[in-house]
């Protein structure tokens, strides 16, 4: 099953995207299984990390600005090289264990568009894939 969503996305910040996915898995009736949230941007990107202190959020930003800072040597004509180089070192997906129907995400775990390039109106997908198991008790209904 493929899920499809759009947002609005800040000039640079992670928008939680939890209660989606978590919904996409409800909807889809899989109990046991596995989860891929994929973003189809090149400055943007899926990251799972802390959702209960907003200042974890604010902190990988800062992190990520001085680790790939904007540089005059950039070549790049769309001027944001910087951008592209922390979406490649973000990632562009995550995939999530699907187990009794939940996310095995931890306590703290919470799922992140991560916007490094404006203000854009963006995409991101949610594959559900059941277990062969589930998949063939499924069949057999």
Known sequence: MLYTYHLTTPVTGFVSITAQVKGAVAESGVQSGICVVYCPHTTAGITINENADPDVQRDLLLAYAE???????????????????????????????????????????????????????????????????????????
């Open 67 to 141: 680790a790939f800072p904007d540089r005059k040597a950039f070549r790049h004509a769309e001027g944001n090289s910087a951008a592209h180089a922390k979406a490649s070192a973000m990632g562009s997906s995550a995939t999530i264990i699907i187990e009794q129907g939940k996310l095995l995400l931890g306590t703290w775990q919470g799922i992140y568009f991560c916007e490094f390039d404006g203000v854009r109106n963006r995409t991101f997908y949610v594959k559900i894939l059941a277990d062969a198991a589930e998949k063939n008790r499924r069949e057999s209904q």
